[in-house]
């Protein structure tokens, strides 16, 4: 059963460390989305990938985040310097062709929680 | 620009009984719909989506949902709930062609379900 993977499962860090999150696609799917999941914002798209090229990071704060697909089987995340306000549930997501119609399987998420 | 709108933030029903999740969506052209479901500290898992034909589409674990163009409304009921449904249910609409399978999400509504 092909499943989205995240590591950490949970992250508790201070204020001003360095986070990376990691996150396996399915084996052969070709786009990937990160999300931010908060009680008061909701689900917020912070960046999506295409064949490993971003198509749209306008949601991610650019001074402190960054997003990139070292290779087809690896995304990842990285804060840098963490702040209390990102403390939330970060999730994976991927889809097979990148088109209107794909369904997006989700990873179970990387609890964050910055001090 | 697309959007979608989940009225109820919140909703308990008894076990045994019906469902109705409102979802409402705007959008130029047809909509590609969705609906997931997010168990209790998991990822978002897809129930059912609606591309075209039968306006009525089937999902998993018992739930449907019908597309009614006229009210742009994409409601998902369940005839019978039962206490493992309960969980934060999200809609969405596809962002659009060329926009690499992005979705635009409501804002969740969570379901209790109570014995």
């Known amino acids: 059963d092909a499943r989205v993977t995240q590591t950490p499962r949970d992250k508790v860090t201070e204020m001003g460390q360095e986070v990376t999150m990691r996150c396996q696609p399915i084996l052969g799917h070709n786009t990937v989305f990160w999300y931010r999941q908060t009680m008061m914002q909701g689900l917020e798209l912070l960046a999506y990938?295409?064949?490993?090229?971003?198509?749209?990071d306008s949601g991610m704060p650019k001074d402190r985040f960054s997003a990139e697909m070292p290779d087809a089987t690896l995304a990842t995340l990285k804060i840098q310097p963490s702040e209390p306000r990102d403390s939330a549930v970060y999730f994976c997501?991927?889809?097979?062709?990148?088109?209107?119609?794909?369904?997006?399987?989700f990873g179970p998420g990387t609890r964050l929680t910055v001090l | 620009a697309q959007s979608v709108t989940q009225p109820d933030i919140h909703i308990t029903v008894s076990e045994g009984a019906s469902l109705e999740l409102r979802c409402n969506y705007s959008?130029?052209?047809?909509?590609?719909l969705f609906w997931y479901v997010q168990s209790p500290g998991q990822g978002l898992q897809l129930l059912l989506k609606y591309f075209s034909g039968d306006t009525l589409v089937q999902g998993i674990k018992g739930f449907e949902a019908e597309f009614k163009r006229s009210q742009s409304s994409f409601n998902l009921r369940k005839p019978s709930v039962h206490w493992s449904d309960a969980a934060e249910y999200f809609c969405?609409?596809?962002?659009?062609?060329?926009?690499?399978?992005?979705?635009?999400f409501g804002q969740g509504t969570e379901l209790s379900v109570k014995p």
């Open positions: 997501a991927s889809g097979l062709e990148g088109r209107v119609t794909d369904t997006q399987y």
């Open positions: 990938f295409r064949n490993r090229a971003p198509l749209d």
């Open positions: 959008y130029g052209a047809t909509p590609y």
């Open positions: 969405a609409v596809g962002a659009g062609y060329n926009q690499g399978g992005k979705l635009i």
